[in-house]
């Protein structure tokens, strides 16, 4: 059974830059179908999308927030990653990673999420 | 960008009564890319429904969509304990993908 699992840094300082890394078991993150995302969501608050990838390193972000983050994979060890730059407040949320099954395609399973906190 | 509206915020309702959610998109959703999720509280979505009206794998089938264009549903024909929870609308078919505020399915 896929499983996804992102555990995060729990506090990140403003201005700097988080980092996370999903990785997933029960399955191949080469897979030709399958894409990989990001969504966030402030505490008491919506879904927000920030990105995806494909396994062969094509990536997709959202324009609201495509000037600071960055996603990649790295399918020898069978994880993806987000990094988001110059963090505020307004970035606190906790960060689920999801597949797609294609492009334009819902998220099928999601990890369980890390709530990032953004504080001095 | 697509932005959902989803209506109403809460909807208050006994166990066994029928829930209807509405979606609505500020323009038309390509090839009805529409999926409804479930989310409780310190849990990650669920994929209920994808393509406006099919149902995700192991998902009962009290649970419907409908509706094309800027125009969808979610219906729970008969509200169980567990139903009680957020629903999320997502449009996947537009970049970028957006989802709509939620609605809150309370019981009365």
């Known amino acids: 059974q896929l499983q996804l699992q992102e555990p995060g840094p729990g506090l990140v300082k403003p201005s700097e830059t988080l980092s996370l890394t999903c990785t997933v078991s029960?399955?191949?993150?080469?897979?030709?179908?399958?894409?990989w995302g990001w969504v966030r969501q402030p505490p008491g608050k919506g879904l927000e999308w920030i990105a995806s990838i494909y396994y062969s390193g094509s990536t997709y972000y959202n324009p609201s927030l495509k000037s600071r983050v960055t996603i990649s994979v790295d399918t020898s060890k069978n994880q993806f990653s987000l990094k988001l730059s110059s963090v505020t407040a307004t970035d606190t949320a906790v960060y689920y990673c999801?597949?797609?099954?294609?492009?334009?395609?819902?998220?099928?399973?999601w990890g369980q999420g890390t709530l990032v906190t953004v504080s001095s | 960008e697509i932005v959902l509206t989803q209506s109403p915020g809460t909807l208050s309702l006994s166990p066994g009564e029928r829930a209807t959610l509405s979606c609505r998109a500020s323009?038309?959703?390509?090839?009805?890319?529409l999926a409804w999720y479930q989310q409780k509280p310190g849990q990650a979505p669920r994929l209920l429904i994808y393509g406006a009206s099919s149902r995700a794998t192991g998902i009962a089938d009290r649970f419907s969509g409908s509706g094309s264009g800027t125009d969808f549903t979610l219906t729970i024909s008969r509200l169980e304990p567990e139903d009680f929870a957020v629903y999320y609308c997502?449009?996947?078919?537009?970049?970028?993908?957006?989802f709509g505020q939620g609605t809150k399915v309370e019981i009365k």
């Open positions: 029960g399955g191949s993150i080469s897979s030709y179908i399958y894409y």
């Open positions: 323009q038309s959703v390509s090839s009805s890319y």
């Open positions: 999801a597949r797609e099954r294609g492009y334009s395609s819902p998220f099928d399973s």
């Open positions: 997502h449009q996947y078919g537009s970049s970028p993908k957006t």
